[in-house]
Structure formats: C-alpha cells, structure tokens
C-alpha cells in the first residue's frame, strides 16, 4: 500500500535511529505531547497519559519513594545522554533541595539523585519553586518567601551533573518594586513582544492583596555574565509587567509562553489566576517601559486552586495544561485555544492519582529502548509518526535508550508569500539548545497551515552509535507533525526533505559531515532524502533533524545537477575522511570515480546506475566492522556512506531524471532501476597503418563505461598495463600486423573492442612488360605487371588492373609503372613499346641489269626500318650473287618486320646473242674515176646498210672509217677511194658482240684508165 503523498521514510544509515518527527508515548498512535506533573502532598512524580471529560483519565506512577521528601512544588524534563534516559528533575519547597529521577524508560526509576541541598549558608536557601532548564541544562528556580532568582549550573566534573552551589541571578531588583512571591520562571525558545529566544522570564505576585504583579526579564547575555563570575544583577533588563500594571483579578500563579496565531502574531504569555482565570497577554512598548495588553480571557470560571500552566503542542495545534489542587485532591486540565474570550474549551481532565497537584512540566521528549527497534520489531516515540526499524550486524549488540526532543517553527521567517529568499538561518535562532547549526537557504519551511512550517528534532542515543554495520529505517509521516489545512497538502517526495546535521554542542560531536557554511563556519543540514513514499536519510544518535522543509530549487547552485554534484563531493569527502581501511577507501574511490565521470557528461543514468553498484559494493562487505571500524566522530561510516549514496541516487534517478521515486532504500525489489546503455568504446589507431619497424599511438574514449582493462597483445607487453576509460597509449616497433583488444565495463554491462594496426611494406614491383615490345603504327598492346604486396598501382597515372591496353600507338612510348601503398610510399618500374613503321625498301637492283645467258648478276639492295629482308623467300645479305642465269628473270625482294611487309622486284634480263642479219654494200663496186667520166660526185660514194638482231649497237671500220655507236640497223655513206673491207661488229647490251664484213671494190669501169 502506497503512502501519502507527503509520508517519508527514511533510511538512516549512520549508528542509529533517526527520530524525525514529535516525540509521543510509544503505546499513542499519534503525536502528542508529554504531560509530567508531581504531588505537594504526597510527592508521586507521574505520566497524565490522557485527559477525559470530566475525569478521570490515566496516568502513569514514575516514583515510589515520595514519603522520603517534603513537598514537591515545580518540575522538568531533561534528556541524559550519558544515560540514555528522560529524566525528572524537581524542586523541593519544603526541604530546599533539587532531586533528579533517572526513569528506566517506563518503569520504577533506577536511580534518586539529590543535586543540591540548601543550606542556611546559601542564598539561594528557602522554599523552591518556578523550576525552568535552558538549552544546556542549567537549572533556574526562584525562592517564594523572599524575592530571589538563582541558578544551579551544568558541571561536567560534578557527580551530580551540576555545580556544587548556585549563583544568584538578581537579590535587589524586587526589593525596589515592592515586596513579591516569585511563583515561576520561563526560558524563551520563541521570542515574543519584550524578550527573545533564551531569556529568562520571572513572574512574582503580592503578598498581600495589594497588587504587585511582576513579570521581568533577565536576557540571555545577562544570565550568562552571571555564570561567567560577573555577579548577581541589580535588577532584570526589562519589567513587561510592573506593580500596578496587573489590572485583572486575582494573584498570577503560573506562566507560560502561547505560539503565535490569529489574534497575535507574536509569541504572548498565559497567565493563571486565582480567581480562576487563565489570561492571554501581550506588551507594548512605550516611553516608559512596557505594558499588558488583554489579547483574550483564554479560560474563565475554572475555580479557585489554579497553579502551573505550560503549553503543549501536539500534531501543530497548541495546548495549555493546567495543575488545580482543591480538597487535597485536584486536577490537571487540558485547554484547547477558545472561539472566543471567555470561552473555556475544556478538553479533557486528569484526575487518577492527583493529589495537590504542584509541579507541572510539558515536552515533546521520550526514550524507548533502543533494543525494541531491531528488526522485525518496530519502536514508535512519536504514534505513528516515525516508527524506527534497525537491521544489519545487531546480533546482541544493541542497548541503551532512543531520546528526542522537538521544536516547531510555525513559519519559516525566511518565507514571504510562499517564496523563500534563500538565505541561511541559524537553528539557536529558533530553538534554543539544538546547537549552533545551520539550515542552508538552499532548503525552506513548506509544511502547515502557514505553509512554511517545519519542525527540528534533536535526537540522542546510547549503545547504538558504536556498531558499523547497521541501516535503520524509519518513516515518517509530515502530515502527522504539520498538517496542512485542507484541501492544500503538505509538498510530496521528492521536493519534500529530512534534513540532517550532527549536535555541535555534543561531546563528543559527531563528525564526518562535510557541509559546513562558508561564512559562519558552522555545520548545515544536508538534505538526506533517499527515498519517496518511502523518502529517507542517514544519521548516528547526536543529530539535529529538520522536518517539513522542501528543497528551495531558486538557490541551488548549478541547479538540480550542481546539487548532485555537491552530495556526490561530500560523499566523496565521507569516504576519503572516515575511519576506513585503506584497501577498502582505494576500491571505493575507485568505484566512485566514474559515478563523478557520469554526472560531468550528464549521463545522469548511468551515474545512477553505478551508485547502485557502488552501494551493492558497500553492502556486500564480508566485514563492515573490520573494514569500516570508524571512530569517536563517525562511528559507523559504512551507515552513512549507504545513506549518502542513497541519497545521492534519489537526485540522480528522481530530480534528474523524473524516474518514479524508489519506495525503499536499499531498494525493493518492486523498484525500476535506471537504464544505462552498455559502454560505447571507440578504439583506435593513429595511423592504423605503418611501415616496418615505426609504432602507432592507440588512444580510446568510452561512454557509459566506468572502467577499461587492455587485453594482452602478443610482443607488446606494456598494453597489458592499459586501463582507464579514456587514453592513448604507443606502441612498439611493429614489423608485423598487431591487434590491440580493450574491455570495458560500465553500469550497463561489458563491451569489448579491437583495433587492428596493420604493418604495410613497401611496394615491389615483380614484373613490368608489354604483351608485345613492338607495334606497328596505330597498333596496340596490353602492359602487364605484378607486384607483391598489394599496392595500387597505375601507369602514367592512369590506375587500372594489370593488362591495360596501350591504344593504338603512333610513335613508340615509354611507360611508367607507379606503385603505392596506402602510405603513399612508392616503388616505379618503366618500359617501352616500339612502334614499329612498315619496311621501307629505298633501293632494290641487279648489277647488270643484264647479261647474256649463263651469265651472273648481283642483286643488291637496302632497307630503311631494320626489316628482315628476303630474296625471293630465301634470307640474305644484300649483295648477292644471281649465280649463272639463262633467261631474264624478276627477283622479288621482301622486307618484313613488326610494322608489316615491304616487297620490290628487279628484272635481270638476260640478253639473247646479237645477230647480224644482214651487211652489204650499195654499190659493191665503186668506178674511182666516174666524176670524170661525168659522173655526179656521189658515184664514189658507197652505202653501207645493216640489220642486226638483240643488238644495242654497232660499229664500222674500215676504209678509213671508224664509226661507233651506231644503231644495230643502219646505213651511211662512205667514199670509196680503193677497195675496201668494212667490218660491222654489233654488241648487245650485254656487250656480246658479233660481226660481219662486206668488201667494196674499186673497178675503173670505162677501161681506159683515165
């Protein structure tokens, strides 16, 4: 079943209980206050557990030696931490003595101590009455039968607890004003119109009939000047009521100061009266000093018999309880505020075992066994309230006695109109004897009516403070202490907080905490919520507790996430600071660190998450005694690092993160945890790839990871010592390719990651030819290569796999192959193809062209390209010989090469013999003298003619004629001047010649001779 929206429930995770709320009997189920009172007749000291209408409620016997003493006449409750108890200190009119009860929590008290005894020697001697302690435990009381105030101090070298004498506060004061009773005293926790919080506050009444009622006030400073050795006073430092200034009927018996509401809103004083009055009073300041003012006739009619009047507050609603003594039996009276003036609001009476009831004290303090709180038992001071349960290593250990004290403040003076203006206030200011603490403006009054109320509780505690090794749990219910007036409630978990200090004022104090205020010096509350519905804290038994505040979000520095980051500084602190075994302290730490990693990178998940784990850690310690021993200052460290790690992870998980609030701590079963992404690890290489014998740098970064631990990499044995979840870490010279492995863990589990460094060798270049060495013109080939080592490889910049083509190619080329690795180290190797023209044959012939039949001619010949050249198919040399050749024949000459094939031809022709066919001469005979005979002059001419065959040319001799050159067929003249021969001779181009003759004869034709 879920709470409230306002029920807290800590987890208190120091020494011992946590007691946040209004002390109650343990069998109430409510809150309520202590009613204690004593008998003049008869001395039985007594519990009134509950009034009824008209009697005769219950109470409860706390003594059995009353017939020892004379008549008890007033009375206090005091909290004894040496002994763990709430004791009853009371004065003893007749026998001028002070004596304290040391109850055993419920039962017969266990021991009667006599503080002081007066003596005739002692001014302070007489009948005492008007018993009051302040915040110390000093003890003042005035004497009724002479005007004197006194004061028994606090001693810590006295058995008794207190100073062997008292000191007189003022001997002269009342002597100036008239003759007076002093009926009782007043220490201020609540300051009011004319005194403040720790002044001392007398009421004196007539002897007589005449009226000289006396209200006076000693401030606090003044009281201390007399403790200090200064001396009684001359007089009190103000006279609120002086003689004659009392108006009202009847002598004033009793007096107590009334909380502020709606009709003052300061603190005023009540006043019972013997005629039966119970009045409401404030003061005025004036030219002359103060006067009363009637605020209201607070109870009327009640009869005569009235005495002691103290005011009481139970669940935020104040009563006035009142001791009436009549017939030897009497009563003790609870009054609700009236309506109206006048108006009595009887609640209940009293009157089982009343008897001249005298001496009356009200508190909000009690102890119960400390025992009773082990787990599966349950102890409850304050009715439901703060039932307290203690769990962990308490096997026998537990003792003592839980005690607590509260104070309420019914507004926060902080708070204007729902806005607090974040200042700091110190709690003496409030309550005075809960120590010098300081509430932080960073938390605020928020709870009841005025909605800025809260309540302070001062806790202690014996036989639990010094065993590490215990939680203890306890609820509580703000709505019970300070309950809002409907339909407002009271603020919710998580805004809601119980706020924790140490006693500065205990001895010894209780140390470890780590907030103190930077400019008084003094110690803060610290917000120590960790749970909702189930909210909680932490703390050892001398604590101050603050309930009803809510975090006052305007003044945390850096927000929610500047708030997480001062508990999780503190926590820090608390860890480093207390008494821990230095192993265990390190582990901590260490676990800690990534939770602060988290919360800088707002990973506020995670941080949640490894808070859990941090305290799953703590919890799981096979020894909290051994390895978190503590000391005086902190006892219990391993408590109050699980309550500020739960603390801590309410501020993550909730105000961060708006996750539902967790109903327990350490959390239930039912609770959601945090959700935190497994490690994100990026891990790297820079560069990724090297040359032989260089080295790399690895470096990572995570996310969500809280721890990284290298994996061994084989021949590099210093990332081994590799963890962090962050770095870079060098290598060694690598001459082969390395993995280099990281593992790590985070609140959402383990991830692991690799990085490969791969050692790249230069490029080699196995190969580089073209398909063909050698194109023709316009020709392609493909360029192959190989290399060893997987470069890229390109040639003339023009990447491609092995078997590129060239393209058609016009002139021969040179190529490039460039090899790179991906370091950009290269390796080249060239080679060329040649482009190859056709055979060019520039000269191809047969010496002789001609030649006669079986003759032989040479055939030479030359090339321009460098072809292979051949010879009618047969291969040869320029130049070679036809051999003997009968008939004309073409040689073909073929040159080839890549670039094609060239071929010419030659003719040697072979020339026939030359053949005259004929010579002669016309005429064959020539008359030498036929010009004499009358003959023309031709007639002594001849023609010679000729033909021939094959021949080129010819040639003539003879009869003085020498002719060559001459056509193979022909004819010419010649003279004839004897009888001639000629011979023709024809050659052919070959020079094969062949001949004929033809003869011409002189003959005188006329025979005369002449």
Known sequence: ??????????????????????????????????????????????????????????????????????????????????????????????????????????????????????????????????????????????LRNKPTVCVLPVSANSATGYANQPLVVDVNGYSSLGAAYLRETTVATTAGSGWAIGDLLVLGSSKNSSNKTLVFVYKAASLQSVMNGAGARNGPDIALISPGQFTWAGNPVGMDIWPADALANTPTLLITTTAGQVLRLDFTSGTYGYAPRLVQVFADSLGSGLSKVKEGLQLGIPYAFVTQAGGGNGQILQLGAPGSSGTTNLIGIATQGVQSPNALAVSRQAALPASSCVFPGTCDLSGGVLPHTITGSTTGQISGNILETSCVVLADPRVTNGVCDGTNLNVASLCPGFGNEIIPGTMCGSAGASRSGFALLRT?????????????????????????????????????????????????????????????????????????????????????????????????????????????????????????????????????????????????????????????????????????????????????????????????????????????????????????????????????????????????????????????????????????????????????????????TGAGGTTPATVTVTVVPPPSIVSFRPGASSVPV??????????????????????????????????????????????????????????????????????????????????????????????????????????????????????????????????????PAPTITSFKANPSNVDPDCVDDGQPSSCSYTTLSWTSTNATSCAIVGGGLNRTGLPASGSLSNKITATTTFALGCSSSVNVTTSATTTVTYLDLDDTGD
């Open 1 to 142: 079943m879920r709470n409230s929206p306002s029920r807290l429930t800590m987890v208190l995770t120091r020494a011992t209980v946590v007691l946040a709320g209004l002390l109650a009997a343990a069998t109430a189920n409510a809150e309520f206050v202590r009613v204690t009172a004593a008998n003049s007749i008869g001395n039985l000291i007594y519990d009134a557990t509950s009034f009824a209408a008209g009697g005769p409620g219950t109470t409860s016997p706390l003594n059995t030696d009353g017939a020892s003493h004379g008549s008890y006449s007033s009375l206090v409750q005091l909290a004894s931490l040496a002994t763990g108890t709430v004791d009853i200190v009371v004065t003893d009119a007749q026998n001028g003595q002070i004596i304290r009860y040391t109850p055993a929590v419920g039962a017969t008290p266990a021991s009667v101590t006599r503080v002081w005894s007066g003596t005739s020697a002692s001014p302070c001697n007489g009948t005492l009455d008007g018993l009051s302690a302040d915040a110390a435990g000093d003890l003042y009381f005035v």
């Open 460 to 744: 202690m505690t014996t036989g639990v403070d010094n065993i590490p090794g215990i939680l203890v749990n306890t609820a509580e219910d703000v709505d019970r202490i300070l309950p809002a007036t409907p339909p407002t409630m009271n603020p919710p978990c998580p805004s809601a907080v119980l706020a924790w200090v140490p006693r500065s004022d205990a001895v010894p104090s209780e140390g470890t905490i780590v907030e103190v205020d930077p400019q008084t010096g003094l110690q803060q509350l610290v917000d120590m919520t960790t749970f909702c519905d189930a909210s909680g804290g932490s703390n050892r038994g001398l604590s101050i507790w603050g309930v009803g505040l809510r975090l006052n979000l305007n003044a945390l520095n850096g927000g929610l996430a500047g708030f997480a980051q001062t508990k999780y500084n503190n926590l820090y602190a608390t860890v480093t600071g207390a008494n821990i075994n230095p192993a265990t302290v390190a582990a901590l730490q260490a676990a800690l660190t990534p939770v602060n990693a988290y919360m800088a990178s707002g990973d506020y998940a995670c941080a949640a998450a490894q808070v859990l784990s941090v305290d799953a850690q703590v919890a799981r310690d096979a020894n909290p005694a051994g390895n978190y021993p503590g000391n005086g200052a902190n006892p219990n460290p391993w408590g109050e690092i699980r309550g500020r790690l739960g603390n801590l992870y309410l501020t993550l998980n909730t105000r961060l993160l708006g996750n539902p609030p967790n109903f327990a701590w350490p959390l239930a079963s039912t609770d959601a945890r945090p959700t935190c992404a497994p490690p994100a690890v990026t891990l790297k290489a820079t560069p990724a790839s090297i040359a032989p014998a260089a080295s790399t740098t690895i470096s990572w970064s995570t996310q969500h990871a809280t721890s990284c631990q290298a994996i061994p990499a084989p021949g590099d044995a210093g990332w081994s010592n590799v963890h962090g979840t962050s770095g870079s870490y060098s290598t060694v010279a690598l001459s082969a390719n390395a993995s280099y492995a990281l593992s790590c």
């Open 778 to 911: 316009g020709g392609s080939t493909t360029l192959n290569w190989s290399e060893g080592t997987g470069a890229s490889c390109a040639v003339n910049g023009l990447p491609g796999p092995s078997g590129v083509s060239t393209g058609p190619l016009l002139a021969t080329t040179s190529y490039t192959l460039r090899c790179t690795n991906s370091l950009n180290t290269s390796a080249t190797a060239t080679t060329t193809v040649t482009v190859v023209p056709r055979p060019s044959i520039t000269a191809f012939a047969v010496t002789p062209s001609s030649i006669p039949a079986g003759g032989s001619a040479t055939l030479t010949w030359s090339e321009s390209t460098g072809a292979t050249c051949a010879l009618n198919g047969i291969s040869g040399a320029s130049g070679v010989s036809t051999g003997p050749v009968s008939a004309t024949t073409t040689y073909t000459l073929t040159c080839t090469s890549v670039g094609g094939a060239t071929s010419a031809t030659t003719t040697l022709t072979v020339a």
